[in-house]
């Protein structure tokens, strides 16, 4: 079993900046690729950005690339999603997520645990 616990979502301005952090215990971090997907109530958990397990490739949605930045921190089983230029489109719970594999993958379905989600509001 994996823990996740998200942090660090809030309120926010337009324009504005955040930094999610999800924390994980229970099992090897390094083992495991990292996500992070968002959800707004009644829609599709969607893809948001995903990082290797030695940070060697990373990969984003379309509509956060070049705003958001993910990250890890392997020696504080720690994963980080630097969200930059934030508009009101942003506002969902953020969830991170963890997959046993080699490569980083995109689908919901090739996560094995969750967190609980964080939320996160832009205001216009």
């Known amino acids: 079993q994996v823990q996740l616990v998200e942090s660090g979502g809030g309120l926010v301005q337009a324009g504005g900046s955040l930094r999610l952090s999800c924390a994980a215990s229970?099992?090897?971090?390094?083992?495991?690729?990292m996500g992070w997907f968002r959800q707004a109530p009644g829609k599709e958990r969607e893809f948001v950005a995903t990082?290797?397990?030695?940070?060697?490739?990373?990969s984003y949605a379309d509509s956060v690339k070049g705003r958001f930045t993910i990250s890890r921190d392997n020696a504080k089983n720690t994963v980080y999603l630097q969200m930059n230029s934030l508009n009101p489109e942003d506002t969902d719970t953020y969830y991170c997520?963890?997959?046993?594999?080699?490569?980083?993958?995109?689908?919901?379905?090739?996560?094995?645990?969750w967190g609980q989600g964080t939320q996160v509001t832009v205001s216009s």
């Open positions: 229970g099992r090897t971090f390094s083992d495991y690729a």
């Open positions: 997520a963890c997959a046993a594999t080699l490569r980083i993958r995109t689908r919901e379905a090739d996560y094995n645990y």
């Open positions: 990082i290797s397990r030695l940070s060697l490739t990373r």
